[in-house]
């Protein structure tokens, strides 16, 4: 049976352990309506142009995984930023995990959206946010029917998040082929900062494909710093639709980190409503084999007096494939925006490949709109300075990349998180020296 | 110290060097002379292992060991340094940071423990005294935006970290205003010792002046034509190449 059909079909079974009976069950019959008109995106699709699911479909996927397997913190620790105090929310094969998780109802919320979507107390927020501002593709509506599990942060009012939130998916293999589907919804309110981390990780060989749905609310002068932190394994890909909306004076920044897995798709999108809103998307992409890595992002500019800043750079070796699309929108009452986007590519080898395609449509006219790409090698004379200096050539390559992503690196705000990814980067590019940049 | 025989060496089969030959001893500095595309820059990077270049006949020999197979850095960790005519902007890595790997590196290359930061720290504020470098230069990125003075400064700031057995410092005088000149001079003769040789590559005789040399050579079409001791310079100064070229051709 084709992966489509087994999800329509399998959403009858997945009704018998929902309540039907719910405003939030008519919103998932609604999208399993969508999904199944649209089914899954193609190259055919003018956002897919780059990007093809084909040879991530074709596994027999298992939509609820039957079994249950526990998983020991000493053998995932490495998974976490482990050397600091953080907030967990942890899922083992789509199921919550409650040992490794650390979890507080203590003025602020950070736990569960199936017990959010369950009960009373979480109604009013539900009804107000969720799935509010989701696209209507295929993948986010494939996601929102059978939305049920995932991470619900709720900060009230002015609150400042005492320590850094840590959302992590594991997969275990138990299953042959794993699909994932979890739901986050994040509600920071007015005057409130928060640090999120989020990591999707496979345990196994087997396939896993994840469809993640996050939509995350920023009310009147509230902070967020969102981290991606993309290392999976050769097997595993993901596709991860984020939805930001802003209010006034909110500042929100989402990093992603993209160094592992089959196939990563990012479809990240910002919705500005309000005035004097910062939005911060930033990315450093480090692939190889024949890794692909998309980069999808939408600003969407409604407001006057808003910033946007957009840096992606990307570093591609063997035949491995990056693409960036980049769309800001800049309605005819958003003046005095100011948008920037960045994306800067180095193809390390003759058989890699990066599409990149900055779109800005702006209907304002007192606006500062700028956007750059550009793709290159890395500089042989450069090489050769670094080597005349007793560089060797491996830890050289690796100075002059660190070097080109330094300004992403460099606005990671939580150190030991900036110390991890420095560390990935190292390990990633085969030296072992702690660059201090 | 470095013995040079018989070297050709040419880029994208463009023969460049034809012929040289060049004995440097412990304690002596040698200037290499001579007119625009003589060979003088290559030179300095087939010494130092630049790949772009193929050596098809010949020998480097360093310390008794024939180095023509080493890398670049390889050819570092045994004393060789190049200052470059044109040195890199490598933005993004500091100065400090720079040289702190570059070092440890070398030591690494060595097998040598990497410098105490205790150390390097003390090292990196006596070199940056010697060659009047400021402090917040030190945190800038490599060679971004600086001045031609402040590149060649910078190259022998990092000569004077690196202590180099053999440097070869390549149109150093090239930017240079008359105080800098001064202050990069002063720089090398200071690092001068019995242990280690410099080899100055210039088109003129007025950094020579400041770093006198015991030999030197004459570079014409890739052969040396001519050696002698510092006068020689002097006549080159006063009367040009075209003599040379004259009596090379005769």
């Known amino acids: 049976m084709e992966l489509k059909d087994k999800l329509v079909s399998s959403f009858l079974v997945f009704e018998n352990h929902v309540n039907v009976d719910s405003k939030i069950h008519d919103i998932r019959n609604e999208a399993i309506k969508t999904f199944e008109n649209l089914g899954f995106p193609s190259k055919r699709d003018e956002d897919w142009k780059y990007t093809s699911l084909k040879g991530v479909l074709k596994h027999d996927y298992s939509v609820f995984p039957k079994q249950e397997k526990a998983l020991e913190y000493k053998d995932v620790k490495r998974y976490f930023i482990h050397d600091m105090d953080t907030y967990k929310i942890v899922f083992v094969d789509g199921k919550f995990s409650s040992h490794l998780s650390e979890t507080t109802h203590d003025k602020i919320d950070v736990c569960l959206m199936s017990s959010a979507l369950e009960k009373s107390k979480y109604k009013p927020i539900i009804e107000n946010y969720f799935n509010k501002i989701v696209a209507k593709d295929s993948l986010t509506q494939l996601n929102t029917a059978f939305s049920r599990e995932g991470a619900y942060i709720h900060i009230p009012k002015n609150q400042l998040v005492d320590k850094p939130i840590q959302i992590l998916h594991f997969s275990t293999g138990n299953e042959a082929a794993l699909m994932l589907q979890p739901r986050n919804l994040i509600v920071v309110e007015e005057n409130s900062h928060v640090q999120i981390i989020e990591r999707h990780q496979s345990l196994t060989d087997n396939p896993v494909l994840t469809n993640s749905v996050t939509e995350i609310f920023a009310s009147k002068r509230a902070i967020v710093d969102y981290y991606k932190l993309q290392n999976d394994n050769q097997e595993a890909s993901l596709v991860d639709n984020t939805y930001v909306e802003q209010k006034s004076e909110s500042f929100c920044s989402v990093h992603t980190f993209s160094f592992g897995g089959k196939l990563i798709r990012n479809n990240l999108n910002f919705f500005q409503k309000g005035e004097r809103v910062d939005s911060t998307m930033k990315g450093i992409t480090i692939i190889g084999d024949k890794q692909h890595v998309d980069h999808n992002t939408l600003v969407h500019h409604i407001e006057p007096n808003c910033e946007s800043h957009q840096d992606y750079k990307g570093i591609f070796g063997d035949k491995s494939t990056g693409v960036f699309n980049g769309k800001v929108l800049v309605e005819k009452e958003a003046q005095k925006t100011n948008a920037f986007q960045a994306n800067n590519n180095i193809l390390l080898s003759d058989k890699a490949t990066i599409n990149t395609k900055p779109q800005l449509e702006i209907f304002a006219d007192d606006v500062k709109c700028s956007h750059g790409c550009t793709i290159g090698q890395l500089d042989d004379s450069a090489m050769f300075y670094m080597r005349s200096r007793g560089i060797p050539k491996k830890e050289a390559k690796a100075l ?18 900036k110390q991890r990814i420095t560390k990935l980067i190292a390990n990633k590019l085969g030296v072992n020296i702690g660059f201090d940049l | 110290m470095l013995k040079i025989k018989n070297l050709h060496a040419s880029v994208e089969d463009k023969s460049i060097l034809k012929g040289i030959n060049l004995e440097v001893k412990a304690g002596e500095v040698h200037a290499i002379m001579g007119p625009n595309g003589s060979g003088k820059s290559t030179l300095a990077s087939v010494i130092s292992g630049k790949e772009d270049y193929e050596v098809e006949k010949g020998e480097i020999i360093l310390h008794g060991e024939d180095i023509q197979e080493l890398s670049a850095e390889e050819r570092a960790h045994k004393g060789v340094f190049l200052s470059f005519q044109y040195p890199v902007e490598i933005p993004g890595v500091s100065v400090t940071n720079f040289i702190k790997t570059a070092i440890n590196e070398t030591r690494k290359g060595q097998g040598l423990e990497d410098m105490p930061a205790k150390d390097m720290l003390k090292k990196i504020r006596e070199k940056a005294e010697l060659l009047e470098i400021d402090r917040k ?114």
Do not use: C
């Not at chain 2, 006198?212 to 020689?232: A, C, F, M, Q, R």
């Open chain 1, 400 to 417: 002059l990349m660190f070097a080109f992503s330094n300004n992403v690196l460099s606005s990671v705000k939580i150190p030991q998180m």
């Open chain 2, 137 to 250: 230069f030190l945190s800038r990125p490599l060679n971004e935006g600086f001045s031609g003075g402040e590149k060649k400064r910078n190259e022998i700031f990092q000569m004077a970290m690196l202590e180099p057995q053999l440097a070869i410092l390549d149109e150093t005088d090239s930017g240079l205003d008359i105080d800098a000149l001064r202050i990069v001079a002063n720089g090398v003769n200071k690092l001068k010792s019995k242990d280690n040789a410099v080899i100055v590559i210039t088109h003129y005789q007025r950094l020579l002046d400041h770093i006198v040399p015991d030999y030197v050579h004459v570079l014409y079409n890739g052969k040396i034509v001519k050696s002698g001791t510092k006068e020689l310079a002097f006549e080159l100064e006063e009367k040009g190449y075209d003599w040379i070229k004259e009596e090379v051709n005769a």
